[in-house]
Each structure stands twice: as C-alpha cells, then as structure tokens.
C-alpha cells in the first residue's frame, strides 16, 4: 500500500498495482477483515475485469477503484446500486469540468461522452452482505477494438484531471445520492438517470444469453430493468443483456 487515507466517512487504501481493486477488496471482506465506506484504489491493475468476464485493460494514468457498502436493508436491490453510481460519476466530471460535456448512461452501468464510452461499472455482492462497485474511469488512454467504442477524458478535450479529485469528487456525490436513496427510494434517481440515457425511445438491439431482440427502448421500471417494445409489439422486461 503507499498511503492510507480519509475523505469524508471513507477510509481510502491507494496502491501502485494489484491485481484488481474489486478482487482485493472482495477478498479482505470475505474475511471480515473490512468496514462499510473502505475504498481500494490502484495506479494500475495486472487482471482488471469488466462484465461478462472481459478484461478491463487497466495501464497507469486511469482511475481504477472499489467502493464497499453494507447496506443495512437487506432487501437492498444490487442493480439500483450502478444507476447511484452513474449519476454520481456524471454530477463529479460536471463539476470538476467548465466546459459543456455530453454525457449520457448506457444501460445497465456505462457513462459516456459523445456517445463514446468513458467509464464503465462491475457490481459485486455476497448474499447481501456487503456490494462491491467496481468503477474505471478512462482519463489517458482507453483500450482499442472494443465491442462499444471506448474514449478517454482527454481524447474529448478533458485535460488536467487527476484521477484521486474524481474519486473523491465521486465520493462527495455518491454519498449525498445514497443518502437520498435512502429517504426517497429509487424514483428521484430513475429521474436523473433517465433524462441522460443513451437512446431512451430510440430503437436498441439487445443480446440476451440466448436470444437477440430489437425495439424501442421505452422505459426504465423501479428496480432498474429495462422496458423493451419489441417490433411485434410485445413489451418485455430486461434484467441483464447488452445493449447497442
Ligand atoms: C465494465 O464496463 O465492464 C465494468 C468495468 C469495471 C472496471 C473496474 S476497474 C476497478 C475495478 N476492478 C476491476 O477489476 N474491475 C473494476
């Protein structure tokens, strides 16, 4: 570890490299050996991940992080979790950034600029025990070749920022919407979300495990599934697929 710190009601342990940031942090709280509000954040990552098992290519310049929350509800829907997330991200680069900046969220847990992707979310949970929330963040380079395209903060113009004043601008932001989530529910957050999501009544095609679909993207329901109309006017409920 090089430093140990505190933001806010957060303990921060930043590292040169490791492995992952979500596997560290998933083994320390396997062993008890954590407390609710731990951050684990790495320079660089050797075996960094991103959904469906795909590497998330994680060189130095990048933020690479996890967060740990116990939530006290047990009911608590994981997946509500990557919308919290998204919007704390999107309100931390609107506020570190003057300029005007297009972001929009790719459903389920994208954020991208110009339609590009810039950040991308891994949740983890145990039985409810604890969640984990992975969060890369593209600031230098970002990888080549991807299935969506990918960008970097500084490909769209976004200069000079540093990856620990995102994390704790993220921070500052996730904690306030959390805390929100926690008085209100869900509906505020499906508001903010869905006012920047990425082709909202526009057509998507969607891969399922075993099935491709295309329709309109019409809607987001109250547990963060997504509301397709397919083209034969079926209406169905998506809880995990891509998107494009
Ligand atoms: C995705 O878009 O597929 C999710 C990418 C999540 C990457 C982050 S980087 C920090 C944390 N550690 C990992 O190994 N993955 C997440």
Redesign the pocket.
């Known amino acids: 570890m090089i430093k140990k710190w505190h933001h806010n009601n957060f303990t921060i342990d930043s590292y040169q490299e490791i492995p992952?940031?979500?596997?560290l942090m998933f083994e320390l709280s396997s062993n008890n050996q954590i407390n609710d509000n731990q951050v684990i954040v790495a320079k660089s990552?050797t075996?960094?991940?991103?959904?469906y098992g795909?590497e998330?290519v994680?060189k130095e310049g990048n933020l690479?992080?996890?967060l740990l929350i116990k939530p006290e509800n047990k009911q608590f829907l994981t997946p509500l979790l990557s919308f919290i997330s998204c919007v704390a991200l999107s309100k931390s680069l609107e506020n570190l950034v003057s300029s005007e900046i297009k972001i929009s969220y790719k459903w389920p847990?994208?954020l991208l600029i110009n339609n590009k992707k810039v950040a991308?979310?891994?949740l983890k949970n145990k039985d409810n025990d604890f969640i984990i929330i992975?969060?890369?963040v593209n600031i230098t380079s970002n990888p080549q070749n991807t299935e969506f395209e990918a960008t970097n903060l500084e490909e769209q113009n976004i200069k000079n920022l540093k990856a620990e004043k995102i994390l704790t601008e993220f921070l500052n932001n996730f904690e306030n919407l959390y805390q929100n989530y926690q008085n209100f529910g869900f509906a505020p957050i499906r508001n903010l979300w869905l006012k920047k999501a990425f082709k909202l009544n526009e057509e998507i095609k969607v891969n399922l495990a075993d099935q491709k679909l295309t329709g309109l993207f019409k809607n987001l329901d109250n547990t963060g599934n997504l509301i397709l109309k397919c083209d034969n006017e079926e209406v169905k409920t998506i809880s995990s697929a891509q998107i494009f």
């Open positions: 992952s940031t979500n596997d990552q075996n960094g991940h991103g959904r795909r998330w994680s690479y992080f996890s847990n994208d991308g979310i891994l992975g969060i890369g």
